[in-house]
């Protein structure tokens, strides 16, 4: 592994551990409350449930990055022996972001009828995944160079999760771009990342 040091130091992440796994279930139970029907909705139940397909879209997206960050995230945490301060501030900052989702979710699903609030909303939301991806990619780098990996953990394991941690950056990047003229498409596009995320890993011998 990168950096062994038999004498490192750190703490044990149980405690951040369940703290995380604590606020990812909050952050992704908090989504199903932004879904709501229209007053009058009594009197035309079908075209109001239909009506709030924008809602649903933006919460299957972000139910499905919260998902593949909590996986990521445990990926992360079940290969390390120890953290450090710095990777507990990166953790907070994760959560930080995660917890924030729930807002740019309720911006997509209300801005979607109207072309600039819906770039806007858009652009919000892209960058709010944007910066789960990019913070958790950044929690394993740290541990990887800063010899927080456990020793048992191989060279080939800790790179395939480096590359699964870091391919989705560049598509939201890129989707972010064309939320700014097809904002549907761009959020089509971040719950076709969401779901590749959640896909199991292919292990090659």
């Known amino acids: 592994m990168d950096s062994p040091n038999p004498q490192r130091r750190g ?3 149980d405690r951040l551990e369940a703290f995380s796994d604590g606020v990812f279930a909050i952050a992704i139970t908090l989504l199903v409350l932004e879904l709501s029907l229209p007053e009058g909705w009594l009197d035309d139940p079908l075209t109001a449930f239909l009506g709030l397909w924008p809602s649903y879209l933006a919460y299957v997206v972000s139910f499905a990055t919260i998902g593949a960050a909590w996986l990521a995230h445990t990926a992360v945490t079940n290969r390390i022996a120890r953290g450090d301060t710095t990777f507990a501030r990166l953790n907070l900052l994760l959560l930080l972001v995660v917890s924030f989702l729930t807002f740019p979710t309720s911006l997509v699903g209300e801005a979607v009828r ?9 652009t919000i939301f892209g960058l709010n995944l944007f910066l789960v991806a990019v913070i958790t990619a950044l929690m394993w780098r740290h ?4 010899g927080l990996v456990r020793d048992d953990v191989s060279d080939d394991e800790a790179a395939v999760l480096t590359q699964r941690l870091t391919p989705s950056l560049w598509g939201y990047l890129a989707l972010i771009a064309v939320g700014l003229f097809l904002p549907v498409v761009a959020v089509i596009g971040y719950l076709a990342i969401g779901l590749v995320l959640l896909l199991p890993v292919r292990r090659h011998d």
């Open 143 to 146: 541990a990887r160079h800063h």
């Open 114 to 122: 109207a072309e600039d609030a819906e770039r806007v909303a858009t």
């Open 11 to 13: 703490f044990t992440t």
